[in-house]
Nanobody, 122 residues
Framework: QVQLVESGGGLVQTGDSLRLSCTAS????????VGWFRQAPGKEREFVSS????????YYADSVKGRVTISRDNAKDTVYLQMNSLTPEDTAIYYC???????????????WGQGTQVTVSS
């Protein structure tokens, strides 16, 4: 089992930045690809970004490409999502997820975190 805990969400203004963290406990975190997904009110959960187990490969949704950077520190069992130039369209609950495939998509997630709320005001 892998337990994932997200942190770093909050209320910000348009143009601001946030860094989300996903900290894992349990089985060896370093073997898992890790991704971030988000779900806005009334919408389906969607892919944001993912990173390979070693950190050597990263993927981004077109909607966030150029504004978001995913990284990981396996020594700290933590994955980060740096988000810049936030807009109200980024408002959602952001979920951390882990799996054994890459790119990580919804159907291949083995573990989910509880989510952290990001709200961007205009």
């Amino acid at each position: 089992q892998v337990q994932l805990v997200e942190s770093g969400g909050g209320l910000v203004q348009t143009g601001d930045s946030l860094r989300l963290s996903c900290t894992a406990s349990g089985r060896t975190f370093g073997i898992y690809s890790v991704g971030w997904f988000r779900q806005a009110p009334g919408k389906e959960r969607e892919f944001v970004s993912s990173i390979s187990a070693t950190g050597g490969s990263t993927y981004y949704a077109d909607s966030v490409k150029g504004r978001v950077t995913i990284s990981r520190d396996n020594a700290k069992d933590t994955v980060y999502l740096q988000m810049n130039s936030l807009t109200p369209e980024d408002t959602a609950i952001y979920y951390c997820a882990a799996g054994l495939t890459l790119p990580l998509d919804l159907s291949r997630v083995n573990y989910w975190g509880q989510g952290t709320q990001v709200t961007v005001s205009s």
